[in-house]
């Protein structure tokens, strides 16, 4: 069996939304430098400071959304986590300091729902709404990870638990 039982890399922004953000972030500079070059409007350069603030701004939220992104692995060692750019290396939950995993998975209406507000303790590490895992360490710490592939993940902790006789039974929910 490999090192790593299950691997995902998920992003905040794919490269379809960068191509419209990053358009329509031109088309405001074209504005702003028609605006200042125009010789029937008389504008002086501070006058395209919050313009050219707000084109910066823009740029800064970009760079941002664009570098946001959670890798997830399982393997021997245990979960294996980092969000970038918020942890600068990857953060690890062994197995034996886990007490209790579970498996989550709701529709995306069901965010809206009161019963999803009760999740407010956690730690949470997604891009996928309430889909994961949801993990519980012997310390008492709290970790949500998200995740777009919940059935590979269930599948990935099973085996790991099965291979690696980890976990006892009453310490995870996978169904």
Known sequence: MANKVFKEKQQYLSIKSKWI????????????????????????????????IAVVLCLALIWFLS??????SISKKGIEYKMMPFHHSK?????????FIRIVSFPRLS?????????????????????GMSVETS????????SGKVDEL??????????????????????
């Open 111 to 131: 965010s809206w729902q009161k019963s999803y507000n009760h999740y407010l303790l956690q730690k949470k590490f997604t891009f996928s709404g309430r889909n």
């Open 67 to 72: 570098h946001l992104r959670l890798k997830t």
């Open 91 to 99: 953060r690890i939950i062994h197995w034996d300091e886990i007490s």
């Open 154 to 175: 269930r599948k990935a902790i099973k085996k790991a638990v099965k291979h690696y006789k980890l976990l006892e039974e009453n310490k995870t929910d996978l169904h």
């Open 139 to 146: 310390w008492g710490e709290r970790i949500f990870i998200g």
């Open 21 to 52: 953000v990053s358009s329509i972030l031109l088309l405001l500079c074209i504005v702003l430098l028609r605006l200042y070059l125009s010789p029937s409007i008389k504008f002086q350069a501070m006058d395209l400071l919050p313009g050219a």
